[in-house]
């Protein structure tokens, strides 16, 4: 069993879905989770699930991650609380589809800003406590949309692409202060963002998957789990699709 014995992992967007699922996983490890979400209702039933399932409390701080301001506040927060902070997932994200020539500047804006901006601040302030640390290891949530790209999906497919290529530039900058840096890149997985599409869609997309299901959160918590491990220590730079071969 890989362990988290008392790390301190803040992963983002875990009031529901993936986010939470690699909270609950963590938490299952051994770490310590420092929840963070925009919705405070959502924050409040993930940290007592986790707990009613671990035993573990976690710290929960309402934060939009696409803002600087309450990126610092929520890091600042969580570095008086425990002095440290061992493992970041930047894990929110949205969807705002459209063909691209329908596609307002505004939702191309809103999205590059939650799934792509996000990860740069968060990776900027909390890389400064993992050098000083000399320790540390930063798991982005991508998509296989952002290697393959989506008919419909250009704001979201352009700020995957572009987790991916910010993930590979941490983790040149930041291997010789110990700190790894790697993305997961998921397919079709069941959650609340999935739930929306419409039938005719999943059936279409579930024919494209060699494993002949969908995803699950726990699917991709389990590789967050490995990468966020002492086990993955000279792994870095790299993308772990999780898609049941749907992408090779
Ligand atoms: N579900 C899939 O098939 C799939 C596939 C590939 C990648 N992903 C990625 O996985 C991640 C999680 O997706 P999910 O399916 O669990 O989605 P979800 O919608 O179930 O959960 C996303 C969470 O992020 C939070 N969030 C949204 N905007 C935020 C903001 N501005 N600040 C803070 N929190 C915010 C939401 O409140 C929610 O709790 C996303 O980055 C998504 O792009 C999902």
Redesign the pocket.
């Known amino acids: 069993m890989l362990s988290l014995d008392n790390k301190i992992a803040l992963i ?2 875990s ?5 939470k699922e690699i909270a609950l996983t963590f938490a299952k490890a051994g770490a310590l989770p420092v929840l ?4 405070e209702e ?1 924050l409040q039933e993930a940290r007592t699930e986790i707990l009613q399932k671990t035993g573990k409390d976690s710290l929960a701080f309402v ?4 803002n600087a301001n309450q990126v610092e506040e929520t890091v600042k927060k969580t570095l008086d609380t425990k002095g440290r902070i061992d493992i970041l997932v930047n ?4 969807t705002r589809d459209q063909l691209l020539v329908m596609m307002s500047e505004s939702d191309w804006d809103l999205v590059l800003s ?2 792509l901006k996000s990860v740069f601040l968060f990776t900027k302030v909390v890389a400064k406590a993992m050098m000083k640390q000399r320790s540390g290891r930063i798991v982005n ?1 991508a ?1 296989i949309i952002g290697i393959m790209g989506n008919a419909g999906q250009a704001n979201y497919a352009a700020s995957k692409g572009g987790v991916i290529a910010l993930t590979k530039t941490t983790a040149r900058e930041l291997g010789k202060r110990g700190i790894t840096a790697n993305a997961i890149a ?4 069941q ?4 739930d929306k599409l419409k039938d005719e869609i999943k059936q279409e997309l579930q024919s494209q998957i060699p494993l002949g299901r969908l995803g699950t ?1 726990q699917d991709v918590a389990n590789a967050a789990l490995f990468l966020a491990s002492d086990e993955a220590g000279y792994i870095s730079g790299q993308v772990i699709q999780v898609c049941g071969g749907m992408l090779t």
């Open positions: 983002t967007g009031g529901r879905g993936i986010g963070c979400d925009v919705r959502l934060c939009d991650v696409a894990n929110a994200g949205v939650i799934n949530i998509s998921p397919g079709f997985i959650t609340a963002m999935t959160p």
